[in-house]
């Protein structure tokens, strides 16, 4: 009651911020899809918008992912070929024994791709600029991951750590 209505829209995150407060790049992450997961980083250089995504394999393609996925929502009316569960378990084993970043080894693809301020989009073939933003992907990922380390090995180191420290926190006076 009162308040202004905010515009249906988001305004774009690079185009309408000022220069100097506009992000550097932009990176997003896609894990536990079917079979892989997918990175992008999005930069804008003097009007231009440059998209680097890259998409790595962690297990094969599941046949019957996409039917699964939707048998989990109610009254969807679709019916899996595969209990999902054992479908997503998995699939979530597989994730578990493979670096996200890298996925398995030879199985990533990455594509460059150019914005333009109409929206328009098309890859690009610049091997020189792909290669930097994927550096810069890398470098952005692992400063807040730390390693590109399997999550069950992660989630097992943490677990033997989490142990030790409350088997020592137990024994001390």
């Given amino acids: 009651a009162g308040a202004a209505v905010p515009p249906a829209a988001a305004p774009a995150l690079l185009a309408s911020t000022p220069a100097a407060a506009a992000p550097e790049a932009i990176l997003s992450e896609l894990y536990l899809g079917n079979g892989g ?6 930069e804008s250089d003097g009007g231009v918008t440059w998209q680097l995504v890259r998409r ?3 297990a094969e393609r599941e046949p019957g992912y996409h039917a699964a996925r939707l048998a989990t929502y109610r009254d969807r009316g679709v019916r899996a070929t595969e209990d999902p569960a054992v479908l997503f378990g998995r699939l979530t084993a597989a994730f578990d024994r493979v ?3 890298s996925g398995l080894p030879g ?3 990455q594509v460059l791709l150019r914005w333009s301020a109409g929206g328009d989009v ?6 020189r600029r792909a290669a930097a933003m994927a550096e810069r992907l890398e470098r952005r990922w692992l400063a807040f991951t730390g390693c590109d380390a399997a999550p069950g090995a992660e989630s097992e180191r943490r677990t033997r750590e989490g142990a030790v420290l409350a088997a020592a926190a137990a024994a001390a006076p």
């Fill in 37 to 42: 997961n997918a990175f992008s980083l999005v």
């Fill in 56 to 58: 790595v394999r962690f």
């Fill in 99 to 101: 670096p996200p970043l």
């Fill in 107 to 109: 199985r990533s693809e």
């Fill in 122 to 127: 098309e890859p690009v073939a610049d091997p």
